[in-house]
């Protein structure tokens, strides 16, 4: 099976400016994460979709990240203005379900922001 | 929220010899625990993972171990070869409100270092 496609893989961007990121999930996976991991530390959290629902998006900073999963299938995540502390690599991954269900993660963005 | 900490995060073995990865968790009402390898430039992948109805799970020459009453688990990696060296992440989960989800809170990774 295809595995999670993310695009763009590198970005550089200069501080506030805007960037969009996108990520297509294994077929048939409802539940989709976004998580930003910075350099040496773990994946965090951002979003996590329930088919086109969000179940939690309590880490997500809202004033400047947003996201989408308009058909329940490929999701966009976006950052505007952009700050130099986004710099990061952000992952997406897809579960089948949810809860004790693997996730399978994509090569993910790396944002640099300059 | 949950916090899970992650000791060593650093850890170096020499190969043939085993490897001993701690983490703790806060919120008792986590209750799935996987654990990811990322080899450097490459995607997290999970290697095993346990549930909180089971204290020990074992898979060739890995396995987990959870104590619930005590907030920690650890993976043991036996006679460790170089290609184990990678970053390993512990996470803890719970479900969410509704139970349609769980939410995952990664550790801050432990780098494996396997030398010949």
């Known amino acids: 099976e295809a595995g999670v496609a993310q695009s763009p893989r590198y970005k550089i961007i200069e501080k506030r400016q805007s960037v969009a990121f996108w990520c297509n999930p294994i077929?048939?996976?409802?539940?989709l994460y976004w998580y930003q991991q910075i350099l040496g530390q773990g994946p965090k959290l951002l979003i996590q979709?329930?088919?086109?629902?969000?179940?939690?998006d309590s880490q997500l900073p809202k004033d400047r990240f947003s996201a989408e999963r308009l058909k329940g299938v490929d999701s966009t995540l976006k950052i505007q203005p952009a700050k130099l502390e986004d710099s990061a690599v952000y992952l997406c991954?897809?579960?089948?379900?949810?809860?004790?269900?693997?996730?399978?993660f994509g090569p993910g963005t790396r944002l640099t922001v300059t | 929220g949950e916090n899970v900490e992650q000791h060593p995060s650093t850890l170096s073995v020499q190969e043939g010899d085993s490897a001993v990865i701690k983490c703790t968790y806060s919120?008792?009402?986590?209750?799935?625990f996987p654990w990811y390898k990322q080899e450097l430039g490459k995607r997290p992948q999970l290697i095993i993972d346990?549930?909180?109805?089971?204290g020990e799970k074992k898979d060739q020459r890995i396995a987990v171990t959870l104590n619930k009453t005590a907030k920690h688990f650890s993976l043991h990696i036996t006679e460790t070869q170089p290609e184990d060296s990678a970053v390993y992440f512990c996470?803890?989960?719970?479900?969410?409100?509704?139970?349609?989800?769980?939410?995952?809170?990664f550790g801050r990774g432990t780098s494996l270092i396997v030398h010949p």
């Open positions: 346990i549930r909180s109805n089971v």
């Open positions: 991954a897809s579960s089948l379900l949810a809860l004790y269900y693997e996730q399978y």
């Open positions: 919120d008792s009402a986590s209750n799935y």
């Open positions: 077929s048939g996976h409802a539940t």
């Open positions: 979709f329930q088919n086109n629902g969000v179940v939690d």
């Open positions: 996470a803890a989960s719970k479900a969410e409100s509704s139970g349609g989800s769980y939410i995952p809170t």
